[in-house]
């Protein structure tokens, strides 16, 4: 073997699940890094790859051995390995029989200034093949996946049952095994294209001779010759475009081995009847297939479907697929059509019937709830009174696609199915909007609802639900969580800053007042779940913070105290953006090493019992340092507060960066802590004061810098 | 009529291969039941150590599904042939797929596919992980390793095959409509076939009036009552404890699994009937269950009895 080598193993298997096939595949590379790493042996670069029947890792320029060498292994004391005439002790007898030699071959060495016994090891050369045999199935057997099987005798327990294994270095077969599969060089080529095994001459050609077998095993060459298809086939096919959808292409993509794509049409009658949200999804969520359209952006009456054969010589997989779209065309229209025959809001009281959650009663008694907390949240930012009867409009129609026959056929349309219904009962076009787009967000990304409506609407949603879960107990834990809380949290903290003012303290209160045991909902009495929730959101924030706004975690935690006086996500938000663009100048640094100081010697002073008051009297300040700290206090306070309430936090924190050499000279000159207790008591409202007016901005004592951590 | 072989001809296709490959051609269960998985050859055999090949065609009865004979789909009853196979064999792909041409189905010229579908039986406390097969984008198989039966890790690991002959053969066809199926061909009959409606359009008109309209809901509910207690009685003569971990009288074990299935059907007709709460129809899935689970422990805890079959 050379001494750097390819390595290429390829686990074989029943069909697995799209959704877990990349997890898979870097799941194996974490296994062969991890072996590799802890022999020290280096490597090159590493690809993943994967299709339905199977997932591989490639890693090139591994080094092919970890060579012999010499190791020296440490033992007792010298003093207690031997006895003072240089007989070896029983802790010297023992220590050589653990490692194989006699007691006359320990050496003495010295470590830390001390004399040890030890023994001189030769290792012998380790070859990867080894390492791999001794370490790989134990490995692969330790990996997670989202849902596992047994199969047959049942002994082992994994994503699918394995029936292939290649395992190669180079040319040369490694002598690994998996749950009695023992590897080889021939893999398994296209269940139809190339049925049965296909030799590989070595880790190089394997893409190559998967190729030729019928199966395109880089998902992101599968993913691309996929969309160029597709959109070749339309193109010729229907004379169309593909309408584009990544993430469906991407779950398509994983679920063939071979990029076929193929169009088909339908009736136009669809088309020109059904509205194409309901085409879409029909589709989409049915039948994993693209909506064509013309040039101008209108749906043509076609489909483009990802198919893992090269053609269809009969037709019949065409027939096959129009045959099924076409069915749930004709369910869809079904529906929409018996849907029409009563007004959305008609509906409404049918919610009563229907469960929200076990302990917080119907979707009757939520959507009360959330007809209530609009008005409310809308009063507080002083919405006219017209606006806020549209959006109770709204809320009041929210959740009455529950009981339409189009949600319960096609439960991806909810919302999209209001909206609809709703245009078609002449409702205002702006309660349409709110209705189409109040499950925005998702989560911590995409999109929120753009009318104001919309988002208002979506926060109250997020805020009772929270409420109400939390109050009963439901807190996610681990990677439970069910009711999807975590998501419903970013998109109540992301919503809420999209508001200027909106303070989620205050939407808490309302939301929490709402369980009242008024109609029919639950009563939460006297609960004290907004301290839970405030803490829940504010995780989510951080989040936020931490992974989309490039925030660290001593911003956060300087500005976690302001929740004491109010919860405004788009204020916090704002002030963290300060703190990252200002945390680098020097003058800050400096001042952030000076709250600490003040942090400490304020908390000390108040463990001894001692008076801390800002507004402690300033008569015996009378060195110059401390006059100047009082006046640029005084100067300053009112410039940092007009700061804030402008909002320009960086501005504010500009303000108190200029402090930085007065504060600098207090510490010189100034003793804080002297005898005099009346004295110390003004030098403590000195700090106090100054501590307080930088409160105001960020407990910046928090920001840990380099060197001053 | 086409060449494509008739529903009979299907049965008896997949009869044949399944026969060939060392199944025992069983016969469908004489009590409603919602799935093949519930016949007791399935139910019951699925558990414990011994090997089990049996392949048969059951009629299914799902209430709510019914559809007064109007839509071209749904109907109250269909059938589906089932296969179960135990320990599950490591070529069981290919000859499921080689079962496809005894449908007159030649895999390599369709798109057939093994998409993620994790099978679920909640009133039989089962579950199994595996696939649902499409052909062209058709749903046409289930395909399932089962895991835990009657609220038992099942071992060796049985593998169900299931496939819904209707669909099948509407799509080998070419027809819209499910009453369209030729059942058989012959010659006294006019256009020389016996097609679904011949056989199940009435049944299937008055089955649907019947359990959306007509079944008493009292009757109902209190012969749900009358199953529910008499399988318990049935259980509680040889069983002590809910582990199964003693026996103290004779096994009753076949009729009191009827009970279950008979609640289960009743349950079912309730269900379609609109009569069920959210919370009461949970409930009683949950009552179910604890029967179902209560007969697969009794059978596990009579070892001794097992050979001697389940129906």
């Known amino acids: ?709 | 009529m086409s060449e494509a072989l008739t529903l009979q001809e299907m049965n008896l296709g997949l009869s044949r291969f399944w026969a060939e490959k060392g199944c025992v051609l069983h016969q469908p269960y004489d009590l409603e039941v919602g799935a093949g998985t519930m016949h007791p050859e399935t139910f019951f055999r699925a558990l414990g150590p011994q090997p089990w090949r049996v392949a048969y065609c059951q009629p299914s009865r799902r209430p709510a599904d019914a559809r007064y004979a109007d839509n071209p789909m749904r109907v109250y009853k269909h059938y589906q042939y089932q296969v179960i196979i135990k320990p599950s064999p490591p070529d069981i792909q290919d000859l499921y797929l080689e079962s496809l041409v005894a449908l007159g189905i030649e895999p390599s010229e369709h798109d057939i596919r093994f998409e993620e579908d994790n099978w679920e039986a909640p009133t039989l406390g089962a579950a199994g992980v595996g696939w649902q097969v499409t052909m062209d984008g058709m749903e046409i198989s289930q395909f399932t390793y089962f895991q835990v039966v009657g609220g038992l890790e099942v071992l060796p690991i049985p593998v169900e095959l299931t496939y819904g002959l209707e669909r099948i053969c509407m799509y080998l066809h070419d027809i819209r409509n499910i009453f369209d199926i030729p059942w058989a061909r012959a010659e006294w009959a006019e256009g020389g076939v016996v097609r679904y409606a011949a056989l199940r359009r009435r049944a299937e008109r008055e089955q649907s009036i019947y359990a959306f309209e007509e079944a008493d809901i009292d009757a109902h509910r209190r012969h749900f009552e009358h199953a529910e207690t008499e399988a318990k009685r049935l259980l509680g003569r040889f069983m002590l404890g809910d582990d199964g971990s003693e026996k103290k009288g004779d096994p009753l074990l076949i009729p009191a699994y009827e009970r279950v299935l008979e609640a289960s059907h009743l349950f079912n007709v309730l269900d379609a009937r609109g009569a069920l709460s959210v919370t009461e129809r949970q409930g009683m899935i949950q009552r179910i269950r604890r029967l179902a689970v209560g007969c697969a422990r009794a059978w596990v805890a009579c070892a001794d009895d097992r050979a001697e079959g389940a129906a």
């Open chain 1, 1 to 709: 073997m050379r001494s750097r080598v390819t390595l290429l193993i390829e686990i074989g298997c029943e069909e697995i699940p799209a959704r877990m096939l990349p997890g898979a595949a870097d799941g194996l590379g974490h296994v062969l890094v991890s072996i590799l790493e802890s022999a020290s042996l280096s490597a090159g670069t590493l690809s993943l790859y994967w299709t339905p029947r199977r997932f591989a890792v490639r890693i090139e320029d591994v080094e092919a051995e970890v060579p012999a060498r010499r190791e020296t292994i440490t033992g007792p004391p010298a003093r207690a390995a031997w006895s003072p005439d240089g007989t070896p002790t029983r802790a010297a007898e023992g220590f050589a029989k653990k490692n194989g030699v006699r007691p006359e071959d320990l050496v003495r060495v010295q470590r830390n200034e001390a004399e040890y016994a030890a023994v001189e090891v030769v290792r012998p050369a380790w070859p990867l093949a080894e390492i791999l045999r001794e370490t790989f199935e134990g490995a692969v057997a330790a990996m997670t996946f989202p849902k596992t099987m047994r199969w047959g005798d049942g002994r082992h327990r994994f994503v699918r049952p394995v029936h292939w294994l290649v395992a190669l270095a180079d040319d040369e077969i490694l002598p690994l095994s998996l749950y009695g599969v023992k590897a080889g060089r021939r893999t398994v080529g296209h269940r139809t294209i190339a049925p049965g095994e296909h030799p590989v001459a070595d880790a190089e050609s394997w893409v190559e001779t998967l190729e030729k077998a019928g199966v395109v095993v880089d998902p992101r060459e599968r993913r691309r010759r996929l969309l160029e298809n597709l959109e070749g086939e339309a193109e010729r096919e229907l004379g169309g475009k593909l309408v584009s959808d990544a993430a469906l292409l991407e779950e398509v993509a994983d679920i063939v081995e071979y990029p076929g794509a193929l169009v088909g049409s339908y009736e136009k009658d669809f088309v020109e009847e059904l509205p194409r949200e309901v085409l879409e999804v029909c589709l989409r969520h049915h039948q994993k297939a693209f909506a064509v359209m013309d040039a101008e952006g209108r749906l043509l009456p076609g489909f483009a479907v990802a198919v893992n054969v090269r053609s269809d010589p009969r037709g019949d997989i065409c027939r096959g697929n129009r045959w099924v779209i076409s069915g749930r065309l004709e369910d869809a229209r079904f529906f929409w059509r018996e849907d029409r025959k009563r007004s959305l809001a008609d509906r409404v009281k049918e919610l009563d019937g229907v469960t929200f959650q076990r302990d917080l009663g119907s979707f009757g008694a939520k959507t009360r709830r959330l007809v209530r907390l609009v008005a409310a949240l809308a009063d507080e930012m002083q919405w006219d009174s017209s606006r806020i009867a549209l959006l109770e409009r709204a809320a009041e129609l929210s959740r009455a696609d529950l009981v339409t026959g189009l949600v319960g056929e096609f439960p991806e349309l909810q919302g999209t199915a209001g909206a609809l219904l709703a245009r078609a009962d002449g409702e205002n076009p702006s309660i349409c909007e709110a209705l189409a787009a109040f499950y925005l967000p998702g989560g911590a990304d995409g999109p929120l609802p753009e009318s104001e409506e919309g988002r208002l609407l979506a926060l109250a949603d997020r805020i009772d639900t929270l409420t109400g879960c939390l109050a009963v107990g439901m807190v996610p834990k681990g990677s439970k969580d069910p009711f999807a809380l975590r998501r419903a949290g970013f998109g109540a903290v992301r919503l809420a800053a999209s508001f200027a003012d909106l303070d989620l303290h205050r939407a808490m209160d309302l939301a929490a007042g709402g369980f009242d045991g008024a109609d029919g909902g639950p009563d939460l009495g006297a609960s004290t779940v907004q301290d839970d929730l405030s803490e829940f959101l504010f995780e989510r924030l951080a989040y936020i913070a931490l992974h989309q706004e490039n925030n660290r975690y001593d911003e956060i935690r300087s500005v976690k105290p302001l929740l004491e006086r109010c919860f405004v996500p788009s204020d916090l938000f704002a002030r963290l953006r300060a703190l990252r663009s200002f945390r680098s100048s020097n003058d800050f640094a400096a001042l952030t090493a000076a709250s600490k100081r003040v942090r400490n010697i304020l908390a000390q002073a108040i463990e001894k019992g001692e008076t801390v008051d800002r507004h402690a009297a300033t008569d015996r300040l009378t060195l110059d340092a401390e006059t100047a700290l009082l006046e640029a206090l005084e100067a300053g306070g009112p410039v940092v507060q007009k700061a804030l309430d402008e909002r320009s936090f960086e501005k504010a924190l500009q303000t108190i960066s200029d402090f930085r050499p007065v504060i600098d000279r207090f510490f010189d000159d100034s003793m804080v802590m002297v005898e005099d207790r009346g004295l110390r008591a003004q030098r403590l409202g000195l700090l106090a004061r100054f501590s307080h007016l930088v409160h105001d901005i960020a407990d910046i004592s928090e920001i840990v810098l380099h060197g001053t951590a």
